[in-house]
Structure formats: C-alpha cells, structure tokens
DNA sequence: CAAAAGACCATGAAAAGGCATGAAATCCCT
DNA sequence: AGGGATTTCATGCCTTTTCATGGTCTTTTG
C-alpha cells in the first residue's frame, strides 16, 4: 500500500469528499472530522496533516504527508527542467516555490481521538475563529471560518455554510 | 530502513515543514526547533546538521548528515554524466561543487537539549545577530536573519517573519 | 590565567495525552 | 422494517510531558 510506484500515485487513489462544520476552543483545539481522517491514513498511514494559506481564497488549504512528498517531488522536477532550458540559470523560482510549499505550510500530527491544536500563524491566515468548516475538494481539503464563506464563498459554498449552520441551530 | 538504494532515497521521506523563531544568547548558543529535530533524527538518527551559505539568497542552507551524503552520490553522478559529454572535459565543475558542498559547509552537532552553537563563520555568512527564522523547505531548510528576510525576501516570506516577530512582540 | 566551549540544572509556558460525556450514527436480531 | 443495543464521534476538562531559554559550573585550550 505504500508506494507501489506503479504510475498511480496513492495520494490520488482516495479523494477528500464531503463536509463537515466543527468547534474550535478556546486554545485553538479542534476536531478532523472522521471522513478526512479516514482518507489521510490510507493514503499515508501518518496521523498528521499539512496546512497552509489556500493559494487565492480567504481559508486554509489541508492535505496529508503523502501528498507534501508528491508536491515536493514535482519541485524538484521542474527545477531540474528550469537548469536545463534557461543555461545554468537562477534557481530562484525554484526556492520561492518551495519557501511557500514547505515554509508556510505546517505539519500537524493529530492526537489518538482525532484532534489538533490549529497553530496560531494558520489561525491568523485562515482568520479561523469558534468554528471551521472542512470542505473536501479531491486531492486537498479547505478549512473555513463558516462566515468568511457565506461572505466570500461562490454560490455552492455559500449554500454548503448556511446548512452546515443552520444544522447547528445557528443562523447569523 | 537505512538506505535501501531502491529508488527512493530515506531522506525525501521526511520533509521539513514549518518554522520558527528562536533566540541566539550572547554565547551564541540557540535551540534547534523541536520540528526541524524530528525530522533530522528520522532521517539520520544523527543528533547532528550541516549549514552553509545558501546558494541565492541571504540566508543560510542546512539538513541533516544524510543529505549531505546524498549530495555527494548528486554530485558523482552529475560529475559522470558531464565527462561522457563533453568531452574527457574538465571536471572544474565538479570539484568547484564539491568544494561549495562540503568546503563551506560545516557539521554541528547538538546538545541533548537541542542547541548548538553557531560556528563564528556561519555567523557571518548568514549574517545571524540575536533571532534565528528557521524556515522549512522540504529537503533542506533555510535559517534567517529574520530582519533580512524582511528586507530581502519575497513577499510570503517577508509576511511570515513580520508574523513570527510580532508573535513575540517585536515590530521593528 | 583568561576566555571560550561544553555539560548540567531550573523554570515557565505551551502542547500532548488521557479520561469522561452526550449525541448521533450503525448494527443486528427478531 | 422496527427498535433497542452498540459503536463511533465530537468535545470539555484535567494531568503530564515537552520545549525553549536562562543561569551556573566545570572543562578545555590557547
């Protein structure tokens, strides 16, 4: 189950599917949501996840170690790509790119009941305040402050918060 | 587990995600973040890592002893490769690599408390005063002035020593 | 002898782990 | 298919451990 090495890559084989509206308290705990969890271990058997800032939206972006080693492996492809076509040239775009995959991103283990302490710079980033909402998106997962997504989110997001909400008993 | 020498190396199975900012006291003296820690002991299990002038940026490269020896075998191949083509040519690349990787480079270990020393030269060459941004980057990770980064880095760099120097309280 | 390097202890803050609870989802058996 | 029993989850609380960092004291070395 590793990595078999054989084309398909294991990270791809199961997808993040779903959503799930958790709490967050006070010291910043929170709970993965079992579905996400279920997906990490079988694609990497660790018990941790990477966050970062998402690329272009008001949340975080989320995946397991697994998929860190894919992203990581395609850096270093295209670095060597960029050496061979532009002369011997700057690797400079080369560490941009991986100062922003590995150095704003996070590891987080997660404890036996499934929990992790959102680091306070991810908090910050994710504007992550009592609630977040995990939303899965294939290959990666968004965590959203539920606001930030009726606020900012397209159509679907939009309604996918409300619900989650309003199962809650809260409607703002 | 060691160094199978099937294909995939033990190095990249972890990688350094994350940073921190810690403190250099006036002897010099400043604690390897437990996360950087982790993944240097897993990789080598060697309480030990190399740091040497980065190869662009104002700042300093570091990683464990294993990936020291798995720059070496790079650098070998790379030597072979650039013989068989050009020529019986000269293998001035080569040495001046080697040079670069293990001449500027130095190896320190640390205390079972996690510190090291930084050694005067690196001092200098990273230009290291009283705070240290260690900053992850997959195979390596880089250490920097975090006022430099401010001054010279890219923008998601710039952002996380701002945040990591606010967290403790300093704004300059 | 002086200065630097290294080992050892001390401490406060933060994080990790464990235990308990209530609610929801799942299973299972008639 | 129903309905009770069981398991899984999310979550609050409390205890233990880890970490970063400062200080002191000893050892080494020029």
Same mark, same amino acid.
């Given at each position: 189950m590793r990595e078999g090495g054989r084309g398909k890559a294991v990270e !791809? =084989?199961?997808l993040f599917n779903g959503s799930a509206l958790n709490a967050v308290d006070a010291k910043g705990r929170l709970s993965i949501p079992a579905f996400i969890r279920g997906v990490v271990e079988r694609r990497s058997d660790a018990r941790a996840i990477v966050v970062g800032p998402h690329e272009t939206d008001p949340c975080l972006t989320a995946y397991d170690r697994g998929y860190a080693r894919h992203l990581h492996i395609e850096n270093e492809r295209r670095r060597l790509l960029e050496e061979s076509q532009a002369g011997s040239g700057d690797n400079v775009g080369h560490f941009r790119r991986a100062r922003r995959t590995f150095g704003l991103t996070e590891d987080v283990p997660y404890d036996p009941s499934g929990r992790i302490i959102m680091p306070p710079m991810m908090r910050r980033k994710g504007r992550i305040e009592d609630l977040a !909402?995990? #939303?899965? #998106? /294939?290959?990666?997962? *968004?965590?959203?402050?539920?606001?930030? %997504?009726? =606020?900012? /989110? @397209?159509? @679907?997001?939009?309604?996918? %918060? %409300?619900?989650?909400? *309003? =199962?809650r008993g809260l409607r703002p």
């Open positions: !791809l =084989e199961h !909402l995990f #939303v899965g #998106v /294939g290959g990666t997962f *968004e965590i959203w402050n539920p606001l930030l %997504a009726l =606020e900012h /989110g @397209d159509e @679907d997001l939009r309604e996918l %918060a %409300a619900f989650r909400l *309003e =199962e």
